[in-house]
T-cell receptor, first 112, second 115 residues
Framework: LAKTTQPISMDSYEGQEVNITCSHNNIATNDYITWYQQFPSQGPRFIIQGYKTKVTNEVASLFIPADRKSSTLSLPRVSLSDTAVYYCLVGDQSGGSYIPTFGRGTSLIVHP | EAGVAQSPRYKIIEKRQSVAFWCNPISGHATLYWYQQILGQGPKLLIQFQNNGVVDDSQLPKDRFSAERLKGVDSTLKIQPAKLEDSAVYLC?????????????FGSGTRLTVV
């Protein structure tokens, strides 16, 4: 499995846009990039997934450059409730063998 | 739909005692996972079931940990005997289809403290 590197922590303020970058230099051709969010005392929750270029849903956007060696999760206009740990996962979903494998994640703290 | 149910929410035991955790996945989800999450770290997969069969248990400390999923629905994870380093949150997750990252639903976990 490709290893990922994320900042350990980030701070932001309400209303700002937050960008969390994940490095995955050894990503394989069949690997997808997936982001999860985890609040205290809860299990992780799927946020967004992408393979290349840009993906957007009601929660976030995911930007993936052409070389796919990194990706950026963008959270628009964060609120206090976005304070959580964000995990970047990379893995091959072909053949039904993908298992979510988590690193240490990025702890985002949103201040008033 | 109802989420993944886990019980108990908290458990405190002394080292060398035994403990069991229970998980009820989302109805119809064939794949079930148990993860261990130590404070400050990401979840680590312990075991994966497909229906009632084990798919991957390579990271399960089999000398003290065991898990079963009878009838392919509920699952239990047991630790016997517990060690101090087993203090963690034990998360259960389920998915309708194995091999896809977007279909996983996690429970709220059981926080185990071994003293």
């Amino acid at each position: 499995l490709a290893k990922t590197t994320q900042p350990i922590s980030m701070d932001s303020y309400e209303g700002q846009e937050v960008n969390i970058t994940c490095s995955h230099n050894n990503i394989a051709t069949n690997d997808y990039i997936t982001w999860y969010q985890q609040f205290p005392s809860q299990g992780p929750r799927f946020i967004i997934q992408g393979y290349k270029t840009k993906v957007t849903n009601e929660v976030a956007s995911l930007f993936i450059p052409a070389d796919r060696k990194s990706s950026t999760l963008s959270l628009p206009r964060v609120s206090l409730s976005d304070t959580a740990v964000y995990y970047c996962l990379v893995g091959d979903q072909s053949g039904g063998s993908y298992i979510p494998t988590f690193g240490r994640g990025t702890s985002l703290i949103v201040h008033p | 739909e109802a989420g993944v149910a886990q019980s108990p929410r908290y458990k405190i035991i002394e080292k060398r005692q035994s403990v069991a955790f229970w998980c009820n996945p989302i109805s119809g989800h064939a794949t079930l996972y148990w993860y261990q999450q130590i404070l400050g770290q990401g979840p680590k997969l312990l075991i994966q079931f497909q229906n009632n069969g084990v798919v991957d248990d390579s990271q399960l400390p089999k000398d003290r940990f065991s898990a079963e999923r009878l009838k392919g629905v509920d699952s239990t994870l047991k630790i016997q005997p517990a060690k101090l380093e087993d203090s963690a949150v034990y998360l259960c997750a389920s998915s309708l289809e194995a091999g896809r990252s977007y279909g996983y639903t996690f429970g709220s976990g059981t926080r185990l403290t071994v003293v």
